[in-house]
């Protein structure tokens, strides 16, 4: 059946039930016969499983918010939904993307679903905000894109939240990291080492951000900053979470990352997360790793560690015109520790490298790699210890003091 026929069916019995529930709360059978009368009417020539299909698919559309998507965002295996326009969506499943057989009837009706989402975390989604990041309220990660942006009609990419926070025990288990490395990733964060957490995109570093926070003692006083919502530390009380906000229909009410960063020097924070750098808030979290918050830490974009040391002096110079070796001195006196992740081509997430950022000298980052991959792409010790091992002896010996 054509996409404007199945429009045309599911706007019927939207106008009915307009009526109906005006005076009256509508059962589902009867809910089943106005679509079954709309499809004889409409599509007399239909088989009983081409109409059992479509009453479904109807359904959904009348039901859930989300409509077609909801079954797939359902799905606990499916990882990622992707939709380019409105007959193109395709899932990731078991590190596996393949197309869906169905499509929207419309681009309004994909951009309802996305207003409806952007909506629920009081943003906007028009032509005037074409691009919006928001999440689900299972924390499912989403990104729409208005049609005049996405040349093929309005895109949508759901990445969904796991119910089951993932440890540090299951990523070893998956073969994500050693045992070892996550011993010392363990001892560092204690510590107070702060940490960057980097990768490419879907490559897990919001899960092994997750992952490390459960080793931050639960006395600590953290504050939590992110473009949209993702993290959940529940074994620390003391805790603020604070989301950034796009400006309303007239340009005001925006709160950004910068401004979050800035804010949160004011709460008294033992350590600052910061769920993910992409812009000029590197500025703002560079100076606050250097002003006594150790122990924080956060994430961004990158091919390697150098290749993210290099983007965090890029997005640090948009923020403050001062010369490189400046920026570069600075990077190093924040940054203890750097963790680069890759998602491999079988779907699999796992880290790459760990090494120390010990210093700036000659105008070369010094780094110590700790951990690397061998020749059998196995993450393995270097045998190297960590150089700048002030905070590991701070902490070894008030633990002997009993502090």
């Known amino acids: 059946m054509s996409i ?19 005076s009256r709360d509508i059962e589902e059978e009867e809910l089943n ?21 479509i009453r479904e698919k109807v359904l959904l559309r009348l039901k859930y918010p989300l409509g077609i998507l909801q079954p797939l965002v359902a799905d ?18 078991e590190g596996r993307v393949e197309r869906v057989d169905d499509a929207f009837s419309s681009d309004e009706e994909l951009k309802d679903i996305i207003r409806f989402i952007a909506g629920r975390v009081h943003r906007e989604f028009n032509e005037l905000n074409p691009i919006v990041d928001a999440r689900l309220s299972d924390g499912s990660r989403v990104c729409g894109i208005y049609s005049n942006v996405a040349i093929g009609g309005p895109a949508l990419s759901i990445r969904k939240f796991k119910k089951e926070k993932i440890d540090m025990d299951t ?3 998956f073969g994500s990291l050693t045992s070892e490395c996550a011993s010392e990733l363990q001892s560092w964060v204690k510590a107070g080492y702060n940490i960057f957490v980097s990768g490419g995109t879907s490559s897990g570093k919001t899960t092994f951000l997750n992952a490390l926070s459960d080793y931050i003692p639960c006395d600590e006083r953290i504050v939590v900053i992110e473009d949209s919502s993702e993290l959940n530390m529940n074994q620390v009380e003391n805790i603020v979470y ?3 906000r796009n400006a309303n229909s ?17 709460l008294r924070p033992d350590r600052i997360i910061v769920g993910e750098v992409r812009g000029e808030e590197v500025f703002q979290m560079i100076q606050a790793m250097n002003s006594g918050h150790s122990g924080s830490m956060s994430t961004g974009h990158g091919n390697s560690v150098k290749g993210m040391l290099r983007r965090l002096e890029s997005m ?12 570069r001195m600075q990077i190093s006196e924040a ?23 010990v210093g700036y000298e000659d105008g070369e980052y010094k780094l110590n790699y700790l951990y690397e991959l061998d020749e059998n792409l196995k993450l393995k010790s270097t045998g190297n210890k960590i150089i700048q091992n002030i905070k590991m002896r701070k902490a070894e010996k008030e633990k002997d003091n009993g502090v």
């Open 242 to 244: 604070m989301e950034c």
């Open 76 to 93: 606990t295996n499916v990882n990622e939904v992707m939709v380019n326009g409105i007959d193109h969506i395709f899932i990731e499943r």
């Open 171 to 173: 990523m070893i288990a």
């Open 33 to 53: 016969e106005c679509i079954e009368k709309t499809l004889f009417e409409l599509c007399p020539n239909l088989s009983i499983q081409e109409m059992k299909k």
């Open 4 to 22: 404007d026929k199945t429009e045309e069916i599911v706007r019927n019995v939207k106008n009915w039930l307009m009526i109906e529930s005006s």
């Open 250 to 266: 007239v340009g005001r009410g925006a709160v950004d990352m910068s401004s979050l960063i800035k804010t949160s020097l004011r």
């Open 316 to 327: 640090y110079l948009m923020a403050i015109d001062i010369p490189l070796d400046a920026i």
């Open 335 to 357: 940054i203890d520790i750097m963790v680069h992740l890759n998602r491999r081509r079988d779907g699999t997430r796992a880290v790459e490298s760990v090494a120390e950022l």
